[in-house]
């Protein structure tokens, strides 16, 4: 089993930044990718960016440009850096663990993080 728990949320002005963290309860360095994902009121959960083992990110296209994921094994933390914030990107904000073992796929989510982008 994994614990994630985000953190770093909260209200921020349009154009400020926000940095989110996730804490893993234990190494994640098995872990094939980490993820963040958002759920804005009424609309569905939506990727917005991925990191894998081997370091490679990928990004849904309203973000490219202003966040970045990274990922640090050695402290089981995964960080999403938000820049040039938009009122669009108000939503919680999860984080997800995927991990690949004996050809079964196990996903883990965290509790998620309020982000509010607001004047």
């Known amino acids: 089993q994994l614990q994630l728990v985000e953190s770093g949320g909260g209200l921020v002005q349009p154009g400020g930044s926000l940095r989110l963290s996730c804490a893993a309860s234990?190494?994640?360095?098995?872990?094939?990718?980490m993820g963040w994902y958002r759920q804005a009121p009424g609309k569905e959960r939506e990727l917005v960016a991925t990191i894998i083992n081997g370091g490679i990110t990928n990004y849904v296209g309203s973000v490219k440009g202003r966040f970045t994921i990274s990922r640090d094994n050695a402290e089981n933390m995964v960080h999403l850096q938000m820049n040039s914030l938009k009122p669009e990107d108000t939503a919680v904000y999860y984080c997800?663990?995927?991990?690949?073992?004996?050809?079964?796929?196990?996903?883990?989510w965290g509790q998620g993080t309020q982000v509010t982008v607001s004047s």
């Open positions: 234990r190494s994640i360095s098995s872990f094939d990718a």
């Open positions: 997800k663990a995927i991990q690949t073992k004996q050809s079964m796929i196990y996903a883990y």
